[in-house]
């Protein structure tokens, strides 16, 4: 069994700030529930290295886009696009999370493994949390499915499932592993706040499910993964990620797996065509 810290608070957020962030009321009245909690995950991420940000600037990268791509955080701030370091030959996942992910998301998904690892579950569960997020380089909207496919050649069954699954548990309770619906969602979208219905159907299959709690554990650890100033490096969990991710020898992109497009896409984001 696993002891979860009773007075731990998830990151504080200023709902007025993050709000702000938004545009202007008519913006955020139009945005549907599952876009202003994803623009909320968004924002919780970006301030891991940006407590401040500065005014915002109108979008010319949807917000959709990948973080590694532009895509811009929830202010309408563009993460700095800098050169970025040739990948090898034969690139693993750990070149993946190295050179190719923001620091940013890069920081939330090594807080959420550690917590994981620190709490003592087991690996597959550790390995589930440090891939959970990755996506987010490559495309924000509706990550957990993205996330899922793009690792699903590579990781047992049971660890994609629960990478698909995190993103509609988020917004449903469990007591049982001292999962409540997080007070910041109620302060954030308000008591009336009710997740799109195919949300609602994902979790509703999740919840029957023999690997549900594979999924919840990463909505768990994700709480404490906010911690801003907090640096974890990616040594603990190279053990775990040869034990369990099934590194292609050719390389991630160049295994002509069904998904190996979307590691090439991360490995050439100029390419234009
Ligand atoms: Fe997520
Ligand atoms: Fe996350």
Avoid at 39 to 57: C, F, N, S, V
Avoid at 118 to 131: I, N, R
Wanted: proline share 9%; with cysteine; aromatic share 10%.
């Amino acid at each position: 069994m696993i002891a979860f810290p009773e007075k731990e608070e998830p990151m504080h957020i200023d709902r007025r700030a993050f709000l702000a962030t938004l545009g202007s009321a008519a913006v955020v009245e139009a945005m549907s529930s599952e876009a202003r909690a994803d623009a909320l995950e968004h924002y919780m991420i970006a301030q891991l290295d940006k407590p401040a940000g500065p005014p915002a600037q109108p979008l010319v990268v949807r917000r959709g886009a990948g973080a590694l791509f532009g895509g811009p955080s929830p202010s309408g701030q563009r993460p700095e696009l800098t050169a970025l370091a040739t990948m090898p030959e034969r690139p693993t996942l750990v070149d993946f999370i190295r050179f190719r992910g923001t620091p940013s998301i890069g920081n939330h998904i090594l807080q959420s493994a550690n917590d994981a690892l620190k709490k003592g579950e087991p690996e597959e569960t550790v390995l589930a949390c440090l891939l959970h997020d990755f996506v987010l380089n490559l495309m924000k909207t509706d990550h957990g499915w993205w996330g899922a496919q793009m690792m699903e050649p590579y990781v047992s069954e049971k660890v994609s499932w629960a990478i698909r699954h995190h993103q509609a548990l988020r917004f449903y309770p469990d007591p049982s592993v001292g999962y409540e619906y997080p007070e910041l969602y109620v302060r954030i979208f308000g008591k009336d706040y009710v997740p799109a219905p195919y949300i609602k159907s994902s979790y509703e299959s999740a919840r029957k499910h023999k690997w549900y709690m594979e999924a919840r554990m990463i909505t768990v650890h994700d709480l404490y993964a906010f911690e801003p100033g907090m640096k974890v490096t990616i040594d603990p969990f190279m053990d775990i990620i040869g034990r369990h991710f099934k590194q292609p020898k050719e390389g991630l992109g160049f295994d002509d797996s069904p998904v190996a497009h979307m590691w090439r896409t991360l490995n050439y984001p100029d390419n234009p065509l």
